[in-house]
């Protein structure tokens, strides 16, 4: 059996230019969705004939892909890059980060918050009517 790594790396450094960027981003985008315009040289450069393209859909939750992303390297290399910021792993706490690049280089980057799961307290009209039966 074959082990894959889970990144090559190739787009690291990309990200990583741009990590403050991102991050300034993923805070802005609690309050409304945001966008940022990437040239498209700057990845056909890395890779001009990356296999399935350039275009990636990629949610995080506390850190972690709540997506499968193995088909993309793209995403990939930027998931290791938010694992690698405080403030991008402390953000994803929250709720859900969506990462979207669409075929012209655009990245959306949208947020939603994941509900805390809230118990719920027995109240006297259950435990009455528990009691009626």
């Given amino acids: ?9 190739i787009y690291f450094s990309l990200w990583k ?3 403050p960027a991102i991050v300034k981003l993923m805070s802005d985008a609690i309050e409304a969705p945001q966008e940022y315009k990437f040239q498209n ?12 393209g350039h275009s990636f859909n990629l949610q995080i939750f506390e850190g972690k892909a709540f997506n ?7 995403a990939q290399d930027l ?7 405080g403030k991008a792993v402390e953000l994803s706490q929250t709720g859900v980060f969506e990462f979207m690049m669409d075929k012209q280089y655009m990245l959306h980057i949208s947020y939603q918050k994941q509900e805390e799961e809230e118990e719920v307290p027995e109240t006297e009209e259950t435990e009455t009517a528990e009691g009626a039966e």
Avoid at 41 to 52: L, M, P, S, V, W
Wanted: no cysteine.
């Fill in 1 to 9: 059996m074959t082990n894959y790594p889970t990144t090559t790396n």
């Fill in 17 to 19: 230019k741009y990590r």
């Fill in 41 to 52: 040289h700057e990845f056909t450069d890395i890779n001009a004939k990356e296999k399935g």
């Fill in 68 to 74: 499968n992303i193995k088909t993309s390297i793209v």
């Fill in 79 to 85: 998931l290791v890059l938010l694992q690698s910021s």
